[in-house]
């Protein structure tokens, strides 16, 4: 059973700081990883995708790929509270169009 | 563009009642997607649509089953309702260009209580 893993949180951060929130796949063959933003009540939205090791950064956002360790990351820099939301992580799975989720991060960043 | 509209928003259904969930896409997207997303558990694959005529079981298509009524309109059917499929419901579609950085996009979900 491939899996995804990821801490439920929630993460608390201070506004203006910069949160870290992590995903590890057992998938090997995992080609692509998504990181989805989803507030409450509300469905999943992408934020970005890497598929090659080493950092892409989008504003504020930067997911980071280090497929040797099996792992997928995503920083927000100067954290707002509009940024409270649960983060989904996103691996390809057995084929290029089927997505496996981890079950998210809930992230709050206080005033 | 609508992007992927749902319907209904919400349904209370009675144990063993049947229904069918409605998605629909605009985007001239190949693949569509039935996942469940329950507390705790993130979202759970039931069936997918790789393209138009073609329908496969995904994690836990159990209870359920779908039609790819045409390009744009993927549903799904649950034909004796149990409590265990309380749940929301979202649908996605995806390009399927063939790149495996092919984003899905998701629509607004339906929230499904069983009785």
């Known amino acids: 059973q491939k899996e995804v893993e990821q801490n439920s949180g929630p993460l608390s951060v201070p506004e203006g700081a910069i949160a870290s929130l992590n995903c590890t796949y057992s998938d090997r063959g995992s080609q692509s990883f998504f990181w989805y933003r989803q507030y409450s009540g509300k469905s999943p939205e992408l934020i970005m995708f890497?598929?090659?090791?080493g950092d892409k950064e989008d504003g504020r956002f930067t997911a980071q790929l280090n497929k040797a360790s099996q792992y997928v990351s995503l920083l927000i820099r100067d954290s707002q509270p509009s940024d409270s939301a649960t983060y989904l992580c996103?691996?390809?799975?057995?084929?290029?169009?089927?997505?496996?989720f981890g079950s998210g991060t809930r992230l709050l960043v206080r005033p | 563009n609508a992007g992927v509209t749902q319907t209904p928003k919400f349904q209370v259904l009675k144990t063993g009642q049947s229904m069918t969930l409605q998605c629909a896409q605009d985007?001239?997207?190949?693949?569509m997607y039935w996942y469940r997303q329950d507390p705790g558990m993130g979202l759970r694959l039931i069936y997918y649509?790789?393209?138009?005529?073609?329908?496969d079981k995904g994690e836990v298509p159990n209870g359920y089953n779908v039609s790819r009524l045409n390009k744009r309109e993927f549903s799904l059917r649950l034909e004796s309702a149990a409590p265990s499929q309380t749940s929301v419901y979202f649908c996605?579609?995806?390009?399927?260009?063939?790149?495996?950085?092919?984003?899905?996009?998701f629509g607004p979900g339906t929230r499904l209580t069983v009785l």
């Open positions: 996103a691996v390809t799975g057995d084929s290029s169009y089927k997505l496996i």
């Open positions: 985007m001239n997207h190949n693949s």
């Open positions: 649509s790789a393209s138009e005529g073609t329908t």
């Open positions: 996605a579609s995806s390009p399927f260009s063939g790149f495996s950085t092919d984003t899905q996009y």
């Open positions: 890497i598929y090659s090791n």
